[in-house]
């Protein structure tokens, strides 16, 4: 008698049976892709994660801090957000002083949605 596991396959949905109101898995997302391009689903996955270590490269201290990815309509931008002050303020609650403390200066990632994205969520 063995004491392995059987590992079963994944389950992944065609295209077809996919609903557009749920949400997709990371395997339907990738599978689909590998589907449409006829590409391996390994290959696939290894153009995604090339992409998040050129987007990661953009956006360190050495890059440029923007990038934008073509035929998505987004770009990514890294905004530095300048240190806050301490502060005091009335709380609505309970009507007593309360001091919010200072934040430090940081670095915050933006998403900005580009024409052609806009547009297509706008015509849906």
Do not use: C, W, Y
Not at 47 to 74: C, D, Y
Not at 77 to 92: A, D, G, H, I, L
Request: net charge positive.
């Amino acid at each position: 008698m063995s004491t392995k596991k059987k590992i079963k396959p994944l389950n992944v949905a065609s295209k077809e049976s996919v609903k557009a109101s749920k949400r997709q898995s990371r395997a339907e997302i990738l599978q689909h892709i590998s589907e449409k391009t006829n590409l391996k689903r390994v290959e696939v996955e290894a153009v995604f994660t090339e992409m998040a270590n050129l987007i990661k490269s953009q956006l360190s201290r050495k890059g440029s801090g923007e990038i934008l990815l073509p035929k998505l309509g987004v770009k990514i931008r890294k905004v530095r957000r300048n240190r806050t002050k301490e502060r005091t303020m009335v709380s609505p609650l309970t009507g007593q002083e309360v001091v919010i403390p200072s934040k430090p200066a940081r670095d915050d990632i933006k998403l900005i949605a580009l024409k052609p994205l806009r547009e297509a969520l706008a015509g849906q």
